[in-house]
């Protein structure tokens, strides 16, 4: 009896949290379009996203029957949830992503809309900067909305080069004198960190660049040629294992988080790092005088390319026609130049619009010089970006290995071959 | 004099553990009254900041909308946490108490809920929370977070009310106490200690879930507090000053819920076994 | 999604022959397990028994030694790798402070003693959890024992052994499956302080699981590695808890 009634308590306890699970069922706006009005959901960065609701307030009130619903995420969040809702059909109408692989893995998983022919009907080829569409182009499809292109120099103190007497480098021979200077000095000449490992590699792949040339690399990055015992590969991986074993490097660089580099750049204890963009507008707004920061070109021989990643939105593929329209007018309407110039920390990266490449912050000094000298120079895709992520996986353990000593420059190519082959197996 | 020497010695030992204990801590004390220039001046992580820069908390508390995310936090934890842990007294009453079959075997089943990893669970969730409008929905993440939190609650209430002797329910069932009777008036004041350290300890981790509060929570305004928190980090760039002083005011709800709380240890058991 | 391919064992057969990193995780699994049950065990137990004794400032000690528990392993992972950095860390710092700048280390950045250095940050935000259910126990010791102990004479040594311990059994139940299970599951802790480097050297099952789950979209490595976790979890946990659960 008294057994019963505890059973009994336990059901009602059950029962009663069945409630109030479902009971939350069909109150949310999850349900999308009913006819009259179309709800675009999109996910971003966080940072992408503080601020905007009055650009959607706006946008909203100019478009009745189209509600925007954001949701922010932190650099990680966003792919882990992405990854989830791609593996049950519940991804956003529209997302933030990265060009390459990042980008590339939605349009295998088939989950992303392909805005080839909607792209074509709209002449986004005169509306978008070809550079800017050609990394939103993935597997052969156009994969997203371009949203900035991001091209990565050294960036430079001015200070500590004045001190020193020096110029910016021309050639690689002058670029290594100008680094043992620096240290010579008891500054640290290159400030990079290897958590995670896409700090580090900017340096390693401009190396790779220098040795292999322009059109080799080209081929590596799509395996054209095999990496195992080619010779410019083993050359970058040993002059990365020189750099990182002769101090060039922060002291203990291999276990420095990328995020904590600041710290010894702004204080000058180290003279440069290879960073895009963006950077001008981190400077300013860690209240640092930005007159100290200069760019230029790694001098990789050639053109001296610098290497660049795309940034998009890209689309749930089981959007109707008309949602799709929907968000790309959204996006339109997004990145006018009014906002632009009311929002100047959102976009730290001129929007890749044919004739909008000016419209950034006059403080932002360095910012035109780095996409005047891409234009220039030309470009690579970063090789997180190029190379797929098994690979990618490899590259940062093989980067570890290699500065630690415990790998040598030839078994570091080919256990890059390693994870190439276990890539192409999985097709 | 023979009482004096241990008392010293003990304040001795506290006093250099202290120490140790508080040196890491206060790196995120200073750094949360910096600007950003003060911290990015080159000055030591341990020095104190040239002013006290009080807006990393307000800028925390209001802009950057941690009063929100904690307001949100406060309501699933109120909810959860008693209501878990009275579950799984339930259950550990069961398991102890009554003479259920295979009581071991169950225990053993709750347990190896708590050995999944947590990142398997994403999927298939994400999946029904989105089937079912669950999404951004404080139940529904409540409701997950009463059966996640399960396994470990059961795990302690067991061991505690193993060592409630079973003499006491001989003589309560004698005194012509009904089961019910048994669990509210006998077992549940006696576990007191167990319960508050319990109501501490899962207080806690319901604060600082942050895996499933990212998937399941989308909406910006119904985020939780360490997701949050989590948006102080930035792709390019964290302002360390606020990031400091968000988790500062964040460790407030928990140290005042353990404060209040940990006074239960010391009215031990001892006493009421013996009157 | 639709094209998911059943592999059968490849998963487990790639991870066991060929992964570079697989059997390192799982052994720094396991010294952690180890390291765990030593240290985090008898810091958190010394220290709940010290604590446990009225005195002034027991509330505050209490609280003190609780503190570093509350704050998310994100974060714990930040001050760390801030007290560990080789060129503004405290722990550099003190070092030169007082003399000793021959002792300076690149602590983290060294792959044979990171995963112990990672460990004591562990350490000192973790001792708080048992320390309180032991605490708890502490109280279930009827003290009318312990007072026939006094009155017998025993030593300290005495009481503790054979008193305290036996009587913490069912405390000890509960704080070694949680540790053992947690040890297993140790995840952000480690990806806020070194991200698994230098060159693997910290990596652990859970780390590894996650990294490949999300960061390189390796859904069937990464469900590899949960089964694993999930099986040794299982295969240490559970005899362990049907042997001290044996005699009632």
Redo the contacts between chains.
């Keep these: 009896m008294?057994?019963k009634?505890?059973a009994l308590?336990?059901v009602l306890?059950i029962s009663v949290?069945a409630l109030?699970?479902?009971?939350?069922?069909?109150?949310?706006n999850?349900?999308g379009a009913d006819g009259e009005t179309i709800n675009i959901t999109w996910?971003d960065?966080?940072?992408h996203?503080t601020g905007i609701d009055s650009i959607i307030a706006s946008f909203e009130s100019q478009n009745p029957g189209i509600t925007v619903?954001?949701?922010?995420?932190?650099?990680?969040?966003l792919?882990?949830?992405l990854?989830?809702?791609?593996?049950?059909d519940?991804l956003p109408s529209m997302w933030f992503m990265w060009g390459g692989a990042l980008g590339g893995?939605y349009v295998q998983?088939?989950?992303s809309r392909d805005l080839t022919s909607f792209a074509n009907a709209n002449n986004w080829n005169q509306v978008f900067t070809p550079a800017s569409l050609q990394l939103a182009t993935l597997h052969g499809e156009l994969a997203g909305f371009p949203r900035a292109m991001n091209i990565l120099a050294v960036y430079y103190r001015r200070d500590i080069f004045e001190d020193l007497g020096l110029s910016h480098p021309t050639t690689m021979a002058e670029f290594h004198t100008l680094v043992e200077t620096i240290h010579a000095a008891g500054i640290t000449p290159i400030n990079t960190a290897?958590?995670?490992g896409w700090h580090i590699m900017r340096l390693w792949e401009q190396f790779l660049e220098h040795y292999a040339g322009a059109v080799q690399h080209d081929q590596l990055q799509i395996f054209e040629i095999p990496w195992e015992g080619n010779q410019a590969v083993i050359d970058s991986f040993a002059t990365f294992q020189r750099y990182a074993q002769s101090g060039f490097f922060?002291?203990?660089?291999?276990?420095?988080?990328a995020?904590?580099l600041?710290?010894?750049l702004?204080?000058?204890?180290s003279a440069m790092q290879i960073e895009g963009p963006?950077?001008d507008s981190?400077i300013i707004?860690?209240?640092?005088d930005i007159e100290l920061y200069g760019i230029f070109p790694l001098p990789n021989g050639g053109t001296n390319r610098l290497s660049a990643f795309g940034e998009m939105y890209m689309f749930n593929d089981n959007l109707t026609d008309e949602e799709l329209e929907a968000a790309v007018a959204f996006l339109h309407y997004f990145f006018e130049q009014h906002n632009v110039d009311t929002h100047p920390n959102l976009f730290g990266v001129p929007i890749p619009q044919i004739g909008r490449e000016g419209g950034i912050p006059a403080e932002q000094v360095n910012v035109p010089a780095i996409f005047a000298t891409g234009s220039v120079n030309g470009t690579f895709t970063i090789s997180d970006q190029a190379l797929p992520?098994?690979v990618?996986?490899a590259l940062f353990?093989v980067l570890?290995?290699v500065?630690?000593g415990?790998m040598t420059p030839e078994e570091a190519a080919a256990f890059m071959q390693r994870g190439i082959e276990r890539h192409q197996q999985e097709g | 004099m023979k009482k004096i020497f241990p008392a010293v010695r003990r304040y001795f030992i506290l006093i250099l553990l202290s120490v140790i204990w508080i040196v890491p801590a206060i790196s995120i004390i200073l750094t949360s009254m910096k600007s950003r220039a003060d911290f990015f001046s080159g000055m030591g992580l341990f020095e104190l900041p040239s002013q006290i820069h009080w807006a990393n908390f307000t800028n925390a508390l209001f802009d950057a909308n941690l009063l929100l995310y904690m307001r949100n936090s406060l309501l699933i934890s109120v909810w959860k946490v008693p209501i878990g842990i009275f579950v799984a007294a339930l259950a550990a009453f069961a398991i102890t108490r009554l003479e259920v079959k295979y009581p071991r075997g169950i225990f053993i089943y709750f347990l190896i809920g708590m050995m999944v990893p947590f990142h398997v669970a994403l999927v298939p969730l994400n999946a029904f929370f989105a089937q079912h409008g669950l999404i951004d929905s404080f139940l529904g993440i409540t409701y997950v977070y009463i059966a996640f939190g399960l396994p470990f609650a059961i795990l302690v209430l067991r061991g505690f009310f193993n060592s409630i002797p079973k003499e006491l329910d001989e003589a309560a069932y004698i005194d012509g106490c009904s089961r019910v009777r048994l669990f509210f008036s006998v077992i549940l004041p006696l576990a007191k200690p167990a319960i508050a350290s319990l109501f501490i300890l899962d207080f806690l981790a319901t604060w600082n879930e942050y895996i499933l509060a990212s998937v399941l929570i989308r909406d910006r305004s119904r985020q939780l507090v360490t997701a949050g928190l989590m948006n102080f980090i930035g792709q390019h760039g964290t302002d360390f000053g606020l990031l400091s002083a968000g988790v500062l005011l964040n460790v407030i709800p928990i140290m005042l819920v353990y404060v209040l709380l940990q006074r239960h240890f010391v009215e031990g058991m001892a006493g009421a076994v013996k009157g | 999604m639709d094209d998911m391919e059943f592999v059968g064992l490849g998963n487990f057969s790639h991870l066991f022959f060929e992964d570079l990193v697989f059997w390192g995780a799982l052994r720094n699994n396991l010294v952690w397990m180890i390291l765990t049950l030593v240290f985090m065990i008898s810091v958190s137990l010394g220290l709940a028994m010290l604590l446990n004794a009225k005195f002034k400032g027991r509330t505050f000690f209490r609280g003190l030694f609780y503190f570093p528990f509350v704050l998310s392993g994100i974060l714990v992972g930040i001050i760390w790798r801030w007290m560990y950095n080789v060129n503004f860390g405290f722990l550099n710092e003190f070092l030169s402070l007082i003399g000793l700048d021959q002792l300076r280390q690149t602590w983290l950045g060294d792959p044979n003693m990171a995963l112990f250095y990672v460990f004591i940050a562990a350490l000192w935000r973790g001792v708080g959890a048992p320390m309180i259910l032991f605490l708890a126990g502490l109280q279930t010791i009827p003290e009318d024992v312990l007072e026939a102990a006094d009155i017998d004479g025993a030593s300290r040594f005495k009481k503790f052994f054979s008193i305290k311990l036996p009587m913490l059994k069912e405390t000890f139940v509960i704080v070694l499956a949680t540790q053992i299970i947690g040890s297993m599951g140790v995840f952000d802790i480690i990806v806020a302080t070194t991200g698994g480097g230098p060159g693997n050297s910290t990596q652990v099952l859970a780390s590894y699981m996650v990294q490949q789950t999300f960061s390189f979209a390796n859904m069937g490595m990464g469900a590899a590695l949960s089964t694993i976790m999930l099986v040794i979890m299982m295969i240490v946990v559970i005899p362990y808890v049907l042997f001290t659960t044996k005699e009632r």
Excluded at chain 1, 285 to 288: F, I, R, V
């Design positions: 008294k057994k009634i505890l308590l336990a306890c949290f109030f699970a479902f009971s939350a069922c069909g109150n949310d999850d349900g996910w960065l966080n940072e996203l619903t954001t949701a922010g995420h932190s650099n990680e969040t792919h882990q949830n990854q989830i809702s791609a593996m049950n519940t893995r998983y088939g989950v290897s958590v995670p922060p002291d203990g660089f291999i276990s420095m988080e995020g904590d600041t710290l010894l702004y204080p000058g204890f963006w950077f981190s707004n860690d209240q640092q992520p098994i990618v996986d353990n570890d290995y500065a630690l415990t």
